[in-house]
């Protein structure tokens, strides 16, 4: 049974900083790609950005480029999300999500290519 649980949101000033965790158990963490999506109220979930199960692949959204920062800690069965210069319209709930054995950047911003996915946790980013 894969659970990943996400941590870290919160409420924070425009330009400040948060760090989102999401751990992961159940199956064997280093096999697969790893993402962070957000769904924003009245919007579509949408990529934020993922990481290849190394590590060493790295895929963000226009949006944040820049700005976040994905990492992960195999050793911890943990997927990280440095979020810096936050926006207003970084507001939204943040999932994680267990995605393919693989990575590319198509397959990995897709939502349909990740089976797993975690409760969510709120970032607010006021102004």
């Known amino acids: 049974q894969v659970q990943l649980v996400e941590s870290g949101g919160g409420l924070v000033q425009a330009g400040g900083s948060l760090r989102l965790s999401c751990a992961a158990s159940?199956?064997?963490?280093?096999?697969?790609?790893m993402g962070w999506f957000r769904r924003a109220p009245e919007n579509e979930r949408e990529f934020v950005a993922s990481?290849?199960?190394?590590?060493?692949?790295?895929y963000y959204a226009d949006s944040v480029k820049g700005r976040f920062t994905i990492s992960r800690d195999n050793a911890k069965n943990t997927v990280y999300l440095q979020m810096n210069s936050l926006k207003p319209e970084d507001t939204a709930v943040y999932y994680c999500?267990?995605?393919?054995?693989?990575?590319?950047?198509?397959?990995?911003?897709?939502?349909?290519?990740?089976?797993?996915w975690g409760q969510g946790t709120q970032v607010t980013v006021s102004s």
């Open positions: 990481v290849s199960p190394s590590g060493g692949t790295t």
């Open positions: 999500a267990r995605g393919p054995t693989y990575i590319s950047r198509t397959l990995s911003s897709a939502p349909a290519s990740y089976a797993y």
């Open positions: 159940g199956g064997t963490f280093s096999w697969y790609v």
